[in-house]
T-cell receptor
Framework: AQSVTQLDSQVPVFEEAPVELRCNYSSSVSVYLFWYVQYPNQGLQLLLKYLSGSTLVKGINGFEAEFNKSQTSFHLRKPSVHISDTAEYFCAVSKAAGNKLTFGGGTRVLVKP | NAGVMQNPRHLVRRRGQEARLRCSPMKGHSHVYWYRQLPEEGLKFMVYLQKENIIDESGMPKERFSAEFPKEGPSILRIQQVVRGDSAAYFC?????????????FGPGTRLTVL
């Protein structure tokens, strides 16, 4: 079975500052990795995903993430955040041969002016 | 192309009543997934369905919960005899293809409150 740990439940950050959201996973098989964002009272929107190939993945809204197999991590970064990035961010994995997503507990990002 | 639609967006039930949640996948998608988000927690997988088939129900509680995805019409998640612990946001997602690579697109969720 897979599991996902998001080490920070809340991350306050000032506008235009960089942010990094940490995600570690454990799995006995190959996995695909995802980051989703959830704005208040909305569903989840895919930011980016890692399937194979280059370990640096670029997503929407200026976000990127790096897959590190040896550290079983998939941290999300943005060099300069906006107020509109205030949301909850979820890291998720799925088995290469499976379908369901296993989510981490989420990281709430609060961007302050 | 309309996204995944869920209704109702908010549902209030008293203990012991039935809750029925509907999900219409994106056009052309034949794979539907239901997830539950309890307060202050991440999303937990419940069930994966294709048209007229339950593929994986490993996350469904053993009692009171059922799901279907008929040949015509939306997918339905049914909760019988609701209890306070069922209060949560229920999200539906759909994908076009099977397999872990295909993106799951999420609906806005149904927020169930059990009084």
């Amino acid at each position: 079975a897979q599991s996902v740990t998001q080490l920070d439940s809340q991350v306050p950050v000032f506008e235009e500052a960089p942010v990094e959201l940490r995600c570690n996973y454990s799995s006995s098989v190959s996995v695909y990795l995802f980051w989703y964002v959830q704005y208040p009272n909305q569903g989840l929107q895919l930011l980016l995903k890692y399937l194979s190939g280059s370990t640096l993945v670029k997503g929407i809204n200026g976000f990127e993430a790096e897959f590190n197999k040896s550290q079983t991590s998939f941290h999300l970064r943005k060099p300069s955040v906006h107020i509109s990035d205030t949301a909850e961010y979820f890291c998720a994995v799925s088995k290469a041969a499976g379908n369901k997503l296993t989510f981490g507990g989420g990281t709430r990002v609060l961007v302050k002016p | 192309n309309a996204g995944v639609m869920q209704n109702p967006r908010h549902l209030v039930r008293r203990r012991g009543q039935e809750a029925r949640l509907r999900c219409s996948p994106m056009k052309g998608h034949s794979h539907v997934y239901w997830y539950r988000q309890l307060p202050e927690e991440g999303l937990k997988f419940m069930v994966y369905l294709q048209k007229e088939n339950i593929i994986d129900e490993s996350g469904m509680p053993k009692e009171r919960f059922s799901a279907e995805f008929p040949k015509e019409g939306p997918s339905i998640l049914r909760i019988q005899q609701v209890v306070r612990g069922d209060s949560a946001a229920y999200f539906c997602a759909s994908s076009q293809l099977a397999g872990g690579t295909d993106t799951q697109y999420f609906g806005p969720g149904t927020r169930l409150t059990v009084l």
